[in-house]
């Protein structure tokens, strides 16, 4: 009876770690972010009763979700060394799945989101095996490269909601604006996630922009990069005709930029990066939520 409650118990154990290698909550995060964007950016000129019942729509958005599960996993399974390091928790919880069945659940989430593809239809197949490959090429070998893992890892962030825009075949402006102000702030994150894992990243020989030039240029990048934010804000609130009460959203983002800059010539220390790069992730599921309110006529 022991010996059964521990199978058990170690079953349930690597279940949650591998829960935590997927992080189901960023995947359940993503897929209602892109029911949100579909419904009133992407295709606003339909009901919610038409979003809710295309069946293709939704195998994209789980094809998509299965993809970035898979990325996580594979992601863990080489940064093991890095995050002994940088998230010795997270590392103790997540390995608790062994390697082959974080290989072996690799390959099942990839199979099950090509599968998905073939369902939506074959011409999106291509598209979900470069999305794939892509997603293992950057955690074998791109990210540790000096810029390219930065542009590569936002890419890869914002690649589901390509798949939303090519779906619709909505090539607009307003989406272009949305997608400018989500990559950069996608990059102003990638970059004070740098500063955070400093340590590790060294340690392990990454040549991320903090460890090839310092702590400073990082800081003044950064910086750069919020200025050239307040472009797409501004696109963004002069399009309030279209964008309608959202616009209160993008408003108030701009104070809390000036503060994440201040806070970085400041007060420059890890467990700061750490509540900036907690800061931008609140912003993110902020702007996601405040999707809703572009049906709110200003």
């Known amino acids: 009876m022991l010996f059964k409650n521990q199978e058990r ?11 935590a290698s997927v992080r189901g909550h960023t995947l359940f995060t993503i897929i209602f972010a892109q029911y949100l964007s579909a419904r009133y950016i992407f295709a606003p000129q339909t009901s919610w009763e038409y979003i809710l019942t295309d069946s293709k729509l939704f195998m994209l958005f789980m094809a998509t979700s299965l993809a970035v599960a898979g990325g996580y996993v594979i992601n863990n ?34 199979f099950l989101s090509l599968l ?3 369902f939506v239809s074959l011409r999106t197949v291509p598209f979900f095996l470069i999305y794939i490959f892509g997603l293992w090429i950057y955690s074998h070998l791109l990210k540790k490269h000096f810029w390219l893992s930065n542009l590569f890892a936002v890419l890869l962030a914002v690649t589901p909601f390509i798949a939303i825009m090519i779906y619709f075949k909505n090539f607009s402006s307003i989406v272009f604006y949305h997608a400018s102000f989500l990559f950069l702030i996608m990059l102003i994150r990638d ?13 392990r020989n ?5 460890v090839v030039f310092g702590e400073k240029i990082t800081i003044i990048t950064i910086n750069i990069l919020i200025l050239l934010t307040f472009v797409p804000i501004k696109l ?6 279209v964008i309608h009460s959202m616009v209160y959203y993008f408003l108030s983002l701009i104070p809390f930029l000036l503060l994440i800059v201040i806070i970085l010539w400041k ?19 902020t702007g ?3 999707i809703i309110l572009i049906r709110f006529p200003l």
């Open 206 to 210: 990454y040549k991320t922009i903090t």
């Open 9 to 19: 118990n170690k079953i349930l154990i690597q279940l949650l770690a591998l829960f």
């Open 116 to 118: 998905l593809a073939v």
């Open 77 to 110: 399974f080489y940064d093991a060394e890095k995050d002994q390091i940088n998230r010795p928790f997270k590392y103790l919880l997540e390995h608790q799945a062994s390697p082959a069945l974080q290989l072996f659940c690799y390959s099942i989430l990839n």
């Open 288 to 290: 996601i939520l405040s």
């Open 236 to 241: 963004l609130i002069d399009s309030k005709e």
């Open 267 to 285: 007060s420059p220390t890890q467990k700061m990066y750490l509540w900036l790069h907690n800061l931008l992730k609140v912003l993110i599921v």
């Open 191 to 203: 970059l004070i996630k740098d500063l955070e894992n400093f340590k590790g990243d060294w340690v």
